[in-house]
C-alpha cells in the first residue's frame, strides 16, 4: 500500500518529545567573591597625616581634629555634626586636609554622597593628595562604580603608592571592567608586595581561567587548595581546569577526594556524579546523585531522572530501572511528574504497552492536558494498532500549545496510513508553521504528489 511506503515513523522515532541533552562536561564558571578588604577600615586608618606631603590644616582645624579623630571608627555620627558645627555658610570652604578627614568622617557615618564630594572637594585643590585619590577610588569600589574607581587608583600609584591593597583593588576593578591584561599586571603587583593574600589570587586565578592559561590556572589553584583545603570553590575550579585540558580521570580522582574528605558541596558532588555518569559508571553515578539528595533534594532528583532518561536513550534500560528504583515513591509536585513520565517511557522501551498506560494514567489524573503524557499515551495505543484511541489523544494533545508540533506530525501519519493524504496534508503544515525542516518539508512533497494522483 502507499500509505504503507510512505511513512514517517522513522523520522517520528528520532523525535522526542522533550529532547535529552547528554550529559555535557564544560568548564563551568566558579564565582570567587569579592576581595574581604574592609573599606572602612581602609579609611578609617588614613586619618593620621604624612608631614610634608600632603596638605596641612589650619590650627582651628587641627585642634577639632584631634578632638574628633578617635571617634571616626566608634562614633562617626557624633563626630560629623562636631566637624559640621566648624563650618557656616559665611565661612570659607575646609582646607583639602580638612575636607579629607570630613569625608572620611561621612564615609564611616555611611554619608557616601556627601564623602564623594569631600574627596573630590581635597583632590581638585590638593592634585597630590595621594591618600584622598586612594579613598574615593574605596568609595567608588566599594559603591561597585568601578569604571570611576579605575582612574583613583592609577593616579595613587602614579604619586607612588606601593600598598598592594590599592594594586588589588586597581587589579579588581580592570577585571570588572574587562581590561584583563591591565588588571593581570595589576594583580602581579599586588602579589609582589603581599603574596600570601588569596584575594588577589583568586583575581589573578579567574583571568587566567578567563584567557585559557590553564597551566598558570593550576599552579594558582594548586597553591590556594594547600593554603586553604577546606574551601570546595578550588576543588571544583581545579576539577574545571582539567576537564578543559580533557584531563577526565585526574578530574574524576581530585573530586572523590574531595567527596572522600567531605569538603566536596552539591557542586562539586554534582560534577562528580556527571562524569561517572558520561564514563557509564551507573551504580557510582546513582551513588553520588542519591548523596546529593540530602542537601539538595530537588538537584538530586533531577539529576537521577535525568540519568535515567539519558540511559533509556541509550537503549540501557537495565540501568535505568536500576537508577528509577532509587525513587521510593512519587509526589504530586514537578518533580513527581517527571518521575511517573520517566517511568513510562521505560515501560514504553520495554515495549510493555498496558503497564505504561497504567503509569500515563496515574500521571493524567494529576495533569489532564500534560502534552508530554498525551504524546507517550497516543504512541502506546499506535504500537498495539488502536487507531481510535491514539488518534483521540494526539487530538488532545494537538490542542496543547508544547505539544502541537509533534501531534501534528502523529496525526499526519495516521491520516496517512487512512489514505486521507489532503488532512496528512494540512497536519504536516500545521507542524512547518511552528518549526521548518527539510526533512518535514520533504516529506510535505511527496504526500502532495498523492493527492494530486488521488485526485
Known amino acids: 500500500m502507499v500509505g504503507e511506503q510512505l511513512s514517517i515513523h522513522a523520522m517520528m522515532r528520532s523525535l522526542r ?5 547528554l550529559l555535557a562536561l564544560t568548564l563551568r564558571g566558579v564565582a570567587f567573591a569579592d576581595p574581604k578588604l574592609d573599606p572602612k577600615r581602609i579609611i578609617n586608618e588614613s586619618s593620621s597625616f604624612l608631614k610634608e606631603r600632603e596638605p596641612e590644616m589650619t590650627e582651628e582645624e587641627y585642634a577639632l581634629y584631634e578632638k574628633v579623630v578617635s571617634m571616626l571608627a566608634s562614633n562617626p555620627e557624633f563626630a560629623v555634626k562636631l566637624l559640621e558645627a566648624m563650618y557656616t555658610s559665611d ?42 585619590w586612594v579613598n574615593l577610588g574605596v568609595l567608588y569600589y566599594s559603591t561597585g562604580r568601578y569604571a570611576d574607581a579605575i582612574p583613583c587608583f592609577s593616579k595613587a600609584v602614579e604619586l607612588g603608592d606601593r600598598d598592594s591593597s ?3 583593588l586597581l587589579g579588581y576593578s580592570l577585571q570588572k571592567e574587562g581590561d584583563l591584561v591591565s588588571a593581570e ?7 609582589s608586595g603581599n603574596p600570601a593574600d588569596v584575594d588577589w589570587k583568586e583575581g589573578l586565578l579567574g583571568i587566567c581561567i578567563d584567557g585559557k592559561q590553564f ?4 599552579s594558582l589553584v594548586k597553591n590556594l587548595i594547600k593554603e586553604k583545603p577546606d574551601d570546595s570553590r578550588y576543588w571544583l575550579t581545579y576539577a574545571n581546569i582539567l576537564l578543559a585540558e ?28 556527571d562524569l561517572y555518569a558520561e564514563q557509564g559508571m551507573v551504580p557510582e553515578a546513582g551513588a553520588i546523585y542519591q548523596k546529593v539528595l540530602v542537601p539538595s533534594p530537588e538537584i538530586g532528583e533531577r539529576k537521577l531522572l535525568h540519568y535515567a532518561q539519558v540511559l533509556i536513550s541509550s537503549k540501557r534500560l537495565q540501568d535505568a530501572q536500576g537508577v528509577l528504583d532509587m525513587f521510593k515513591s512519587e509526589g504530586e509536585d514537578a518533580d513527581g511528574i517527571e518521575l511517573r513520565q520517566t517511568r513510562a517511557d521505560l515501560l514504553a522501551a520495554q515495549r510493555k ?17 500534560n502534552g508530554r503524557a ?82
Not at 599586571?185 to 602579589?191: D, F, G, H, I, V
Not at 597551566?215 to 593550576?218: L, S
Not at 494498532?385 to 508544547?402: C, I, M, N, Q, S
Not at 497536519?427 to 488521488?454: G, H, M, P
Open 374 to 455: 498525551l504524546i507517550s499515551l497516543g504512541r502506546s495505543y499506535a504500537a498495539e494498532d488502536d487507531v481510535p484511541r491514539a488518534t483521540l489523544a494526539f487530538e488532545t494533545a494537538y490542542g496543547v500549545k508544547d505539544s502541537t508540533y509533534i501531534a501534528s506530525l502523529e496525526l499526519s501519519n495516521i491520516e496517512l496510513k487512512n489514505r486521507h493524504y489532503s488532512k496528512s496534508v494540512e497536519y504536516l503544515q500545521k507542524a512547518l508553521s511552528i518549526e521548518k525542516t527539510d526533512e518535514v518539508q520533504d516529506f510535505l512533497v511527496r504526500v502532495r504528489t498523492l493527492v494530486v494522483k488521488d485526485g
Open 246 to 273: 580533557g584531563r577526565k580521570l585526574e578530574a574524576t580522582v581530585l573530586l572523590e577526594t574531595a567527596s572522600g574528605a567531605g569538603i566536596a558541596n552539591v557542586e562539586e558532588l554534582t560534577l562528580l556524579g
Open 185 to 191: 599586571m595589576a594583580y602581579m603587583q599586588a602579589l
Open 215 to 218: 597551566t598558570r590556572a593550576e
Open 91 to 132: 565661612k570659607e570652604p575646609p582646607s583639602p586636609a580638612f575636607g579629607f578627614i570630613l569625608g572620611n568622617a561621612y564615609y564611616a557615618a555611611n554619608q557616601v554622597d556627601k564623602a564623594e564630594t569631600n574627596y573630590r572637594n581635597a583632590v581638585n585643590r590638593y592634585p597630590t593628595f595621594l591618600r584622598a
Open 17 to 21: 518529545f522533550i529532547p535529552l541533552v
Open 353 to 369: 504497552w498496558p503497564e505504561e498506560r497504567q503509569e500515563l494514567d496515574g500521571l493524567l489524573k494529576l495533569q489532564p492536558f
Open 166 to 168: 590599592t594594586f588589588g
